[in-house]
């Protein structure tokens, strides 16, 4: 199997590794086995799965930012299969409801800087606390922390702080009495160092030839649906 390489939003800051020694191949029949289970509760899971198998150079896969997961797999999309991906549109100029094919050649994916390093050390209200980038391992985790419990939202932010002397349960037990100040600050930690696809993209309307950027509602597991029709 031939693999390429590819290049990273992350520039692989955060895994210890040679950036340019990552690459990547097209699917083949046996991944399209993995995508057809995609979906629920098991999608990050199927993920780390394709991952392992179609991706060189990362030694731990569950390790790949969220960034680069989503980057990862708008390559796949494309290379594996076709850059058009069909939406339904609405024209906000004639307001003429419509089926248009976007470029996803044309998205743009949103680098972190080069120097980016972590854990990130926040100052807070209530003492500080250190972070450090959401992982497919972490969404993994989520999934399975939600099949058990009702609420997951502080959970998700839980797992990325790296305070050595809090457990997972002391961790959402700090952020469920921190400031909602404090919070927005936590918040804005991934907002800042957020990368990968912006999934923006420029269309026109087939009735008034308007243009107009709108953000593509891309869905890794309709791939095989999409490209079947086009």
């Known amino acids: 199997m031939n693999f390429v390489p590819i290049t990273l939003p992350s520039h692989c800051v955060t895994y210890g590794i040679d950036a340019s020694t990552v ?24 993920i780390k799965s394709l991952f392992e198998s179609v991706l ?3 030694p731990d896969i569950g390790q790949i930012t969220a960034g680069d997961v989503k980057h ?11 850059p058009s991906y069909p939406i339904n549109y609405i024209c906000s100029g004639c307001l003429h409801q419509q089926q248009v094919a976007a470029d996803l ?38 999934a399975k922390y939600q099949e058990e419990n009702s609420v997951s939202y502080l959970f998700s932010y839980a797992q990325c702080i790296v305070d050595s002397d809090m457990d997972i349960v002391q961790r959402i037990e700090f952020l469920s009495d921190l400031p909602t100040k404090d919070l927005s600050l936590i918040r ?9 696809p912006d999934m923006k993209c ?20 309709n791939v095989l649906e999409n490209a079947t029709k086009s």
């Open 23 to 46: 690459c990547i191949r097209p699917l083949v029949g046996k991944d399209e086995e993995i995508i057809v289970q995609l979906g629920g509760a098991n999608t990050s899971k199927k």
């Open 105 to 142: 050649n044309g998205v743009n994916s949103v680098e972190l800087p080069s120097d980016y390093s972590q854990p990130k050390r926040l100052k807070l209200s209530l003492g500080e606390v250190s972070l450090r980038l959401r992982t497919l391992q972490d969404e993994i985790n989520l």
């Open 72 to 82: 990862i797999l708008l390559w796949e999309a494309i290379n594996s299969y076709t």
């Open 188 to 196: 804005r930690f991934f907002v800042e160092n957020d990368h990968g």
């Open 56 to 58: 060189q150079g990362i």
């Open 202 to 221: 420029v269309v026109h309307c087939v009735q008034c030839e308007n243009e107009e950027e709108i953000v593509v509602p891309f869905q890794f597991q």
